[in-house]
T-cell receptor
Framework: AQSVTQPDIHITVSEGASLELRCNYS??????LFWYVQSPGQGLQLLLK??????LVQGIKGFEAEFKRSQSSFNLRKPSVHWSDAAEYFC?????????????FGSGTRLSIRP | DVKVTQSSRYLVKRTGEKVFLECVQD?????MFWYRQDPGLGLRLIYF???????EKGDIPEGYSVSREKKERFSLILESASTNQTSMYLC???????????????FGQGTRLTVV
């Protein structure tokens, strides 16, 4: 069965510092991978996605993620965080081409920004 | 823009009541999903539907049922609400294209349900 692990429950970084949020998945084939962000009181917004091709994908708000098949990982990075990046971040995985497939989410990582 | 609309932002219901949560999407998406979100547990899939009148159980279907009579509408039903169903409920929809397969899911704003 597919699963997603986000090992860090809560991370605090200083404003302007770099960020890396970890995500590991379990799935037999290459899945579709997503990162979402949820600001307080808001719904989920897609940051970026990976289907195939270049393993380094660029997203909105200056985020990027790298797919590493050998490590079953899809870590999210940002070179310099801003106070507005404080939010909860979710990694998600879905099988590829089945039209009846579900998306499975990790437990989330809450990001706090130190002034 | 894709719009997924959940009928209520906040609901307070009594134990034992039958509760309906409604979700409507306006982009003709085939797939629709209901998740519940609890602190530290992330989003857990309750049910999903890949076509009208078609549904599949997710990871935590106990105590819930769903209805999809029209493509744009997906309802979550709590047959007899209990306090442990107090949670944030999120609806999502997604399309499936010939070229790319599945796309990302688009989410509604959520319904915060409190059962007292």
């Amino acid at each position: 069965a597919q699963s997603v692990t986000q090992p860090d429950i809560h991370i605090t970084v200083s404003e302007g510092a770099s960020l890396e949020l970890r995500c590991n998945y379990s799935y037999g084939a290459t899945p579709y991978l997503f990162w979402y962000v949820q600001s307080p009181g808001q719904g989920l917004q897609l940051l970026l996605k990976y289907f195939s091709g270049d393993t380094l994908v660029q997203g909105i708000k200056g985020f990027e993620a790298e797919f590493k098949r050998s490590q079953s990982s899809f870590n999210l990075r940002k070179p310099s965080v801003h106070w507005s990046d404080a939010a909860e971040y979710f990694c998600a995985v879905a099988p590829g081409y089945s039209s009846a497939s579900k998306i499975i989410f990790g437990s989330g990582t809450r990001l706090s920004i130190r002034p | 823009d894709v719009k997924v609309t959940q009928s209520s932002r906040y609901l307070v219901k009594r134990t034992g009541e039958k509760v309906f949560l409604e979700c409507v999407q306006d982009m003709d998406h085939e797939n629709m999903f209901w998740y519940r979100q609890d602190p530290g547990l992330g989003l857990r899939l309750i049910y999903f539907s890949y076509d009208v009148k078609m549904k599949e159980k997710g990871d935590i279907p106990e105590g819930y049922s769903v209805s999809r009579e029209k493509k744009e509408r997906f309802s979550l039903i709590l047959e007899s609400a209990s306090t442990n169903q107090t949670s944030m409920y999120l609806c999502a929809s997604r399309t499936h294209t010939k070229d790319q397969g599945n796309t990302e899911a688009f989410f509604g704003q959520g319904t915060r349900l409190t059962v007292v």
